[in-house]
């Protein structure tokens, strides 16, 4: 089957352009960076390489269409599932280069994605002519361009599944909660703070202006080597700037402290005195690609997000691998269940025998720090505890 490619979205790396080149370069890039970079040979190589390998047919879903027509709320993961037996082997089968391009192919409802089989391969292309255009698609010459967009291409995964944690679930690589900015008294001294009432703060606040409140950081250690890999604080809800503190002399002629003045902006846990205030960072919802480790990853679960002793599936667990190891956002990963200590009922001398460990359920890496990431459940069969195992899948 021969399709012609209509033109593509892409959101990558600046430095990164060649699979822009590869596909004619029809393109649209999502960064303010600098526009018409240079493309080396090798870059053109390696995404030609990259482009034109696809997935052997035997890695196809047994009953993968051949076509599908995006629609709202689907998600990378929705669609490689549709032709994949392994859907983080997405990049593979849309001839997307990783090593060159941190995001995927940005795909839109309405367009059409069609497989195309031969040599024993199969890739996936967009239809030509598929419906479904955003409005603020651009047609440009054969030449790599930037600007600015504000598009609707699909997520990874479901975005509303992370969101709410890209800035709730946080560790810590040290206790510095403990010389954060603080809250130290409340509206008409209240003991408990709701949405939209007032807060009092002593800190340095260093220009911030919107703020996380977090309390009752906790250590996690390493289930294996008790090795301390950073501090998670329990989310409590934000609190945006109002108006600033001061230092001055009270009527007595003493020094005193006129503390700055927040308002509770959101609340997932009632505020009070002695909370603690982190800077907001900005969000980044970029929607990574699925895509397995390139090396052996083997690691156990930390812990459930929240306060339950145990998860399934949609719910963030806490894991004890990092950047340190190699972990990326994106990285999809498979959980197992240990195998129980049992004996051979069948052998009169009651052999003790260890069950392996099975295979049970797949996590989705979505946020990284140095020592410790977070993941949600994509599927599980079995509840899943702190000290379950994970490895590459």
């Known amino acids: 089957m021969s399709v012609s490619l209509r033109?593509?979205?892409?959101?990558?790396?600046?430095?990164?352009?060649?699979?822009?080149?590869?596909?004619?370069?029809?393109?649209?890039?999502?960064?303010?960076?600098?526009?018409?970079?240079?493309?080396?040979?090798?870059?053109?190589?390696?995404?030609?390489?990259?482009?034109?390998?696809?997935?052997?047919?035997?890695?196809?879903?047994p009953n993968a269409p051949d076509s599908h027509t995006v629609q709202r709320g689907d998600t990378l993961w929705d669609i490689s599932k549709l032709f994949l037996k392994s859907p983080w082997r997405w990049p593979e089968l849309w001839g997307m280069n990783l090593d060159q391009i941190r995001n995927p192919h940005l795909i839109f409802p309405g367009q059409v994605l069609v497989l195309e089989k031969s040599d024993g391969r199969a890739r996936l292309r967009v239809a030509q002519g598929a419906g479904g255009e955003p409005n603020n698609t651009v047609k440009l010459s054969p030449r790599v361009r930037s600007e600015l967009l504000d598009n609707g291409a699909i997520a990874s995964i479901p975005l509303h599944l992370i969101g709410p944690f890209l800035n709730e679930a946080v560790v810590f690589e040290t206790n510095e909660l403990d010389l954060a900015?603080?809250?130290?008294?409340?509206?008409?001294?209240?003991?408990?703070?709701?949405?939209?009432?007032t807060a009092y703060v002593r800190g340095d606040l260093a220009g911030a202006r919107d703020f996380r409140l977090f309390r009752e950081p906790r250590a996690l250690l390493d289930p294996q080597t008790r090795e301390l890999l950073g501090y998670e604080a329990r989310y409590v809800g934000s609190a945006e700037?109002?108006?600033?503190?001061?230092?001055?002399?009270?009527?007595?002629?003493?020094?005193?402290?006129?503390?700055?003045?927040?308002?509770?902006?959101?609340?997932?846990?009632?505020?009070?005195?002695?909370?603690?205030?982190?800077?907001?960072?900005?969000?980044?919802?970029?929607a990574y690609a699925p895509h397995a480790p390139k090396a052996p990853m083997d690691g156990r679960i930390l812990s459930i997000y929240g306060e339950a002793l145990s998860a399934g599936q949609n719910q963030i667990v806490t894991l004890n691998r990092g950047a340190r190891e190699g972990m990326e956002r994106g990285h999809v990963l498979a959980l197992w269940r240990a195998g129980v200590r049992t004996t051979d009922s069948t052998?009169?001398?009651?052999?003790?025998?260890?069950?392996?460990?099975?295979?049970?359920?797949?996590?989705?890496?979505?946020?990284?720090?140095?020592?410790?990431?977070?993941?949600?459940?994509?599927?599980?069969q079995d509840p899943v505890r702190p000290g379950d195992r994970f490895t590459q899948p």
């Not at 526009?35 to 196809?60: H, I, K, M």
């Not at 900015?181 to 009432?197: C, D, F, K, M, Y």
């Not at 052998?347 to 949600?376: M, W």
């Open 181 to 197: 900015p603080r809250i130290v008294a409340t509206q008409e001294g209240r003991v408990l703070l709701s949405r939209g009432e």
């Open 7 to 61: 033109p593509t979205r892409f959101s990558f790396h600046p430095a990164n352009l060649a699979v822009a080149t590869l596909l004619g370069c029809l393109t649209t890039v999502t960064t303010a960076a600098e526009p018409n970079f240079p493309v080396t040979p090798q870059q053109r190589s390696t995404a030609q390489q990259v482009a034109q390998a696809g997935v052997p047919l035997s890695e196809l879903a």
């Open 347 to 380: 052998d009169i001398k009651r052999t003790a025998l260890q069950l392996p460990d099975e295979r049970h359920g797949l996590l989705f890496v979505f946020r990284v720090f140095e020592r410790v990431s977070y993941a949600l459940i994509l599927n599980v």
């Open 241 to 286: 700037y109002v108006r600033e503190g001061e230092s001055r002399t009270g009527a007595d002629g003493k020094p005193e402290i006129v503390p700055a003045t927040f308002n509770i902006k959101s609340i997932r846990l009632e505020a009070g005195v002695g909370d603690r205030l982190s800077p907001t960072p900005q969000r980044d919802l970029s």
